[in-house]
């Protein structure tokens, strides 16, 4: 066996070979999700990739672009399977339609492209779509809605569990949790912005936990409900519109912690967790700006 | 300095400088109002009126307003002639007054009518000064209606709602349903959907205009070779 050459680091290297690494550590949440659900969310996620790449393909033809890097670079194949995965099971197909169009078209190309976007587009379409329908993103299914798989009662006796979470969704978020730090540990993502968001969220809930019981949900409920973890590992993280410097990104994590809780006690809104992150999108240069990292050789 | 032929003060105020998608200027108004056609075009019109009247007067006075003082001179001619309007809207079309609220005598502030008195009324004669800020003004209308027919079209699936409260009680039948049923895309008539629509539309012009520039030099290119050729 010969020597390999230079250079020795190993990191993912290529657009592709990150977003390709993302949608695998999605693949088990998304198993528990047909699981409990049905399957129509994998329906959502495969229409809304291709809705996305057919506006990207258009978009790229538009703007004079070539086309084949940026279609298998898989970005926008990611944004859509994360928008598929906010919305409802039970959303009309033009809601998916509208919103991977408006995340693709307007929030993504329409700034430039890949890299250029300042806001989340997965983000921008989920938002864009709970502010125009609001009757139809509150569609959820509940697991025992889903004929032959009532989970229900599994979970009201599991002793780790018990009636923590939404129902069927603990299992998602944990699939997600594991699939989360695999990314981690593939050096995917970096730490800083996984642990900094569900750490502040708990430290928030606790806080208020421990003021009244009775008042606010717990710590393990906020963390496992909703798209607190899929958010943290998938979604905050998005390398583009995301802090960069490693100070940044304990900021950035830590705000949208807060305004996630914030949101969801005290707004008008189920789950903040969208409207947290574009606004820590937001401050994002300005956070950057103010945590640059020392030079080498720089003087005081 | 030469007169400004009538034929460029019509084509600069309805295409070429025109008020909202050329300057980009009074957005205030036209993003707040433009939600249906019949908001956009009543306050298009009193905008189009308030601009004529102004541009006339401040031509009029022009010669005996010093330099220093013109600007508050300008604003108190424009706020006279709003005042005017609005009080006429009050008198005659008085659910649309309720309707536009605030907005009639935020035309005072809209950047359009104090820049067209300041650059264009303030050194020309009294009628192209007036025949500048009629068209200056239908353009923005034009704006107005359009940005508006395209909110109301996509966010209520109707086309002139309300008709009635501009044109009186008979043109109630005036609205035209475009869908059945319309679910409602209520982000078009929300603030975000009118600077996204402005956005689409300011594009659209220049994409307009590009190709026309593009066909105009494709003539040059073929007529000079012609004529070489001759």
Excluded at chain 2, 157 to 176: R, S
Aim: charged share 10%.
């Amino acid at each position: 066996m010969s020597t390999p050459s230079s250079p020795y680091v190993h990191t993912a290297g290529s657009v592709t070979t990150v977003m390709l690494r993302v949608i695998y550590a999605l693949l088990p949440g998304i198993a528990a999700y047909v699981w409990f659900f049905g399957w129509g969310v994998a329906v959502n996620i495969v229409f809304a990739v291709v809705v996305a790449l057919v506006c990207e393909a258009g978009m790229l033809a538009l703007r004079g672009r070539p086309l084949k890097p940026f279609l298998l670079d898989g970005s926008a194949a990611v944004t859509a399977v994360l928008l598929a995965l906010a919305l409802p099971s039970l959303a009309p197909w033009w809601m998916t339609l509208i919103g991977t169009a408006f995340a693709i078209i307007i929030a993504k190309q329409l700034y430039g492209g890949l890299g250029f976007n300042p806001f989340n587009p997965a983000m921008i379409g989920y938002v864009v779509l709970l502010i125009s329908f609001p009757r139809e993103m509150t569609l959820w299914l509940a697991p025992e809605m889903v004929s032959g798989h009532s989970m229900g009662e599994t979970m009201s006796t599991n002793p780790i569990f018990g009636h923590l979470g939404g129902k069927g969704w603990e299992w998602i978020n944990g699939l997600f949790l594991l699939g989360g730090l695999w990314l981690i540990y593939k050096k995917v993502i970096s730490w800083h912005i996984p642990v900094t968001v569900l750490g502040s969220l708990a430290l928030m809930a606790a806080v208020y936990f421990l003021i009244d019981r009775d008042l606010y949900a717990s710590p393990l409920f906020h963390l496992f409900s909703g798209a607190a973890i899929l958010g943290a590992f998938f979604i905050a993280t998005d390398p583009v519109t995301a802090s960069t410097t490693p100070r940044g990104r304990l900021y950035y994590g830590a705000g949208i912690g807060v305004f996630t809780y914030i949101i969801r006690t005290w707004g008008g809104y189920p789950d903040g967790i969208a409207f947290a992150v574009l606004l820590m999108n937001m401050a994002a240069p300005m956070i950057d700006y103010y945590t640059r990292p020392r030079v080498f050789g720089h003087k005081d | 300095m030469s007169d400004i032929a009538y034929s460029r003060i019509i084509r600069d105020g309805l295409w070429t400088n025109n008020p909202a998608f050329v300057q980009i200027l009074g957005l205030c108004p036209l993003l707040a109002v433009s939600s249906n056609v019949v908001n956009g075009l009543s306050l298009g019109l009193a905008t189009a009126l308030t601009l004529a009247l102004s541009n006339t007067i401040v031509s009029m006075v022009r010669h005996w307003v010093s330099d220093e003082i013109r600007i508050p001179v300008f604003v108190l001619v424009i706020a006279c002639v709003v005042t005017a309007i609005e009080l006429a809207m009050n008198v005659y079309l008085h659910e649309l007054y309720k309707i536009l609220g605030i907005f009639i005598p935020l035309i005072v502030t809209n950047c359009i009518v104090i820049a067209r008195a300041e650059a264009f009324a303030s050194r020309n004669t009294v009628t192209r000064a007036c025949a500048d800020g009629l068209f200056m003004g239908l353009g923005s209308m034009f704006a107005l209606v359009l940005l508006g027919a395209l909110r109301e079209a996509i966010g209520q699936g109707t086309l002139f709602a309300n008709a009635h409260l501009m044109f009186g009680d008979a043109a109630k039948g005036m609205t035209i349903t475009l869908v059945e049923h319309y679910h409602g895309f209520l982000l078009a008539i929300l603030p975000p959907g009118a600077f996204i629509g402005l956005g689409l539309l300011i594009a659209i012009k220049n994409m307009i205009d590009a190709r026309l520039a593009r066909r105009a030099m494709a003539t040059v290119l073929v007529t000079h070779e012609a004529g070489w050729h001759a």
